[in-house]
Every structure is written in structure tokens, then in C-alpha cells.
């Protein structure tokens, strides 16, 4: 037990409980502007031809297009709400 608890104690005072913070962080809502979404375009279709399917189906670097693939769902969904 501290001394200011003693000290409470023996003059009959309670500590005060703390108080409950309400508050919760409140999602933002992102605004992506219309000429990044175009220049989003545009990079995905240079890096879906550099990365992307060759004619004999099979991609270029599997590795990296299927990172860019899964970070371009994540966009357009952001981007859409």
C-alpha cells in the first residue's frame, strides 16, 4: 500500500475510480482522387504487361503479380467505397 493510499485510508477518503474513455477511433472514410485512380490505371496496365500472363498462359513472375494482384483487389475495394 502507497502513503497516499495510508493517507486516504485514514481519512476516510476513497480513491476515485478512473474514468472510462469513450472514445473508440472512428474509421475515416478515404477519398481517392479520380487522377490517382487513373494513374492506378495506367501503372497496372504496364505492370500486368511486364509481370502478367505470357501467350502461353503462364505468367512472367508468378510471385510478384500475385502480390500486385492482391494489393490491386485492395485498392479497388478502398477506392470504391
Known amino acids: 500500500m502507497s502513503l497516499e493510499d495510508e493517507i486516504r485510508q485514514k481519512l476516510g477518503k476513497t480513491k476515485k475510480p478512473p474514468k472510462k474513455s469513450n472514445s473508440t477511433p472512428r474509421p475515416r472514410k478515404l477519398v481517392i482522387p479520380n487522377h490517382i485512380k487513373i494513374i492506378f490505371d495506367n501503372l497496372d496496365k504496364s505492370i500486368t504487361s ?16 500475385t502480390m500486385w494482384i492482391s494489393f490491386k483487389e485492395w485498392f479497388d475495394g478502398v477506392s470504391k467505397k
Open 50 to 65: 511486364v509481370w502478367g500472363p505470357k501467350s502461353d498462359g503462364s505468367n512472367k513472375w508468378d510471385a510478384k503479380y
